[in-house]
Each structure stands twice: as C-alpha cells, then as structure tokens.
C-alpha cells in the first residue's frame, strides 16, 4: 500500500510517500521559520497561506522522487489536529480533495500520534510496549504506549510545554525564533553551575510538568547578571537548558518505574536536542532501550504522518467524505 502524506499543522510544510511493502519513498519539507522569524512567533494567517504556495508542489515533488504517479497512491493521510486550524484545513481539503478526485481512501492522522510513531521509519523499530515521551513546542507528554491506538496518557504539561519554553526563554534573552536550537547551540558556550534552575514539579509526585515559571526565572536571572554580555547569555541558556533536561529525566524515570516498561521512545522537537538525548542516553544503564527519531523527524514533517497514515489505512480505518480539522484533540480519546 503506497500512502501520501501531509503535515500542515503549523509551520512546516510535509509532504511524504511511504510503502507499508518498502519503506519510506520520499519525503520534502519546507520550512516557513524565516517568514515568521522577524514577528519572533508564529503568525497563524501567514502560516496557512504559505500551507497553500507551497503543498502542491511539494506534493509533486515527492511523486517525482519517488517515481509514483497520482494513480499509483492508494490512500492519503494528512494531520487532522491538534494545530493551528487555517493551517491544518489546508492540509485537510487537499488530502481529502485529491483522494476524492483518485477515488481512493483517506484518513486523518492525529499529530502527536504523528510523533510517536516516527522512530518506527528507522532501521532498528521499537517494538510494543514503550513509554513515549514526547517533547514538542504545543505538548510535553509521557504516554504508555501498549500497541498503536493503545496510548495511556501518565502525565502532561499543565501550562507551557517544553518546546515552548525553550522558544519564550530565547525571546526573553533577545535570540531568534525558534528558540530551542539556538540555546542549545549557546548553552554549549554556557559554563556549568553558575547558575541553578528550579526543577520544576519533581519534589512532589506526579508525572505532570510546569515549564512555565521557567522563563520567568530566565528573564530576572538576566535582569541582576552582573555582566549583561554573551557569556552570561550563554550561562542562563546553559542553566535553563539544564533544568529542562534534568526535569525531564526525572519524570521519566519516574514514569518507568511506575509502569515497568523497559523501552522508552522520545520524540517531538526537543526530541533534537543534544544535552537531552546525552542523559536520557544514560538510561541504557539501568536496562533501559532509548529510541529516537533521526534529527530530521524530530520537528514535523510529512514522513510520520505519511506512516502511521499507512498504518491506520491497512486496518481498513478511514474518514468519510465530509471532513473537519481540530484544533485542540487529545491523544487518549477517540
Ligand atoms: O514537534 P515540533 O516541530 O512542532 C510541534 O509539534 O510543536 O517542535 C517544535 C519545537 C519548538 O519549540 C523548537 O524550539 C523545539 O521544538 N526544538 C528544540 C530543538 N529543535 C527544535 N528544542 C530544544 N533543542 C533543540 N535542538
Ligand atoms: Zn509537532
């Protein structure tokens, strides 16, 4: 089964074609981050009209690359939520027009699930069950995963996700949007322990996480440095970014040991990050198999979706011909 898929949730264009008979076909990406960089954010409108330049090319793109004509395709997938809903409708009436037009199923993919299932793209899969954590810049979740379709959410971010911590820290320190390569790109400059973040939410139980309070403690740190130059810039990215990961850590060992599963996958943006892959890495210590996606499939894309697209399409899952897109969808629900 030959599947296209579609990523437009927020502001990367997707587009993918995966073989459930041999892999990953191609896949083409364009990124609206310059667009949005110079607003610091973001802006949902422009997103969803650079969704519309930029998706059909693409998509003949990936038909190009991989030597597939329209009529080869045998189902569409595109992220049918949670998004910016402009964005996603893009993505939502261009998959379902097309498969309309082909005469051929389509399915909408939830994103996160979208996520969570990207380290099965590469060559040594995770196998069922698994924790997931998953890092991105609208969601921090732990998730037990049994099988696909199967997910039991642990724990979650009660304000800003992890993601959009790192990018509202960078704002903060007067760094480029998105904000979650370039500190980590700076903390690397940062010396240890000149500064100490608050972990937040770890001295008490719970699997839930609370990034918020963090910028906030960026941002005063910044205010009474005594040198206001790059080192201390790159100090506070180094502390902050520690504290991000030192919290996350925490959590999922947390998380194992409540539930005994032995696998964990992480994946979302963050998932990219370095300092982040370096201690959860440690865990293999303790019997524990980390998964990731590779770097590219961290951040959103058309891959992941054109997968587990592909995945729900062989069950016989499917949508009907009248479509909707949402912006808010828990994972745990139908
Ligand atoms: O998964 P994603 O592409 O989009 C959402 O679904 O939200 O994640 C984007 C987020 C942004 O907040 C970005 O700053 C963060 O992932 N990110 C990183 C890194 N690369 C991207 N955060 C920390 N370190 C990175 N290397
Ligand atoms: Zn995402």
Redo the contacts with the bound molecule.
């Keep these: 089964m030959r599947v296209l898929g579609i990523e437009t949730?927020?502001?990367?264009t997707g587009v993918a074609i995966y073989d459930t008979e041999q892999g990953l076909l191609a896949d083409a990406l364009y990124s609206q981050i310059d667009l949005h960089r110079v607003y610091g954010g973001v802006v949902p409108e422009l997103a969803s009209r650079d969704h519309i330049r930029k998706l059909t090319p693409l998509i003949q793109q990936v038909l190009d690359a991989s030597n597939t004509t329209k009529q080869q395709l045998d189902g569409i997938a595109y992220t049918e939520g949670p998004?910016l809903i402009g964005a996603l409708l893009v993505g939502v009436a261009t998959g379902r027009a097309l498969a309309w037009t082909l005469g051929i199923p389509a399915v909408g993919v939830h994103?996160?699930e979208g996520?969570l299932l990207a380290p099965m793209l590469e060559d040594n899969p995770p196998q069922f069950p698994f924790l997931a954590l998953l890092?991105?810049?609208?969601?921090t979740q732990l998730i037990a995963v049994e099988s696909i379709g199967h997910y039991q959410l642990l724990g979650e971010s009660i304000d800003d996700?992890?993601?959009?911590?790192?990018?509202k820290t960078?704002k903060m320190l007067g760094l480029d949007?998105?904000?979650?390569?370039?500190?980590?790109?700076l903390a690397q400059q940062g010396r240890p322990d000149i500064y100490r973040f608050p972990r937040p939410m770890t001295n008490r139980p719970g699997l839930d996480f609370s990034f918020s309070g963090l910028k906030t403690f960026a941002l005063n740190t910044w205010q009474k440095a005594e040198f206001k130059n790059e080192q201390s810039k790159a100090d506070i990215a180094r502390a902050f970014?520690d504290a991000?990961v030192d919290t996350l850590l925490i959590k999922c060992k947390r998380a194992l040991k409540q539930s005994g599963l032995k696998r964990l996958v992480v994946?979302?943006?963050?998932?990219?990050?370095?300092?982040?892959r370096t201690e959860l890495n440690r865990l293999n210590q303790q019997g524990i198999e980390v998964f990731y996606p590779r770097l590219e499939f961290?951040?959103?894309?058309g891959a992941m979706i054109a997968y587990a697209g592909a995945i729900h399409l062989q069950r016989g899952q499917q949508q009907s011909l009248s479509f909707g897109a949402r912006p808010r969808w828990p994972l745990a629900s139908d």
């Design positions: 949730s927020c502001d990367e998004g994103h996160m996520h890092v991105s810049g609208g969601h996700a992890a993601g959009e911590a790192f990018d960078a949007y998105p904000g979650g390569p370039v500190i980590s790109k970014q991000v994946a979302g943006g963050v998932s990219a990050n370095a300092a982040l961290c951040t959103d894309n």
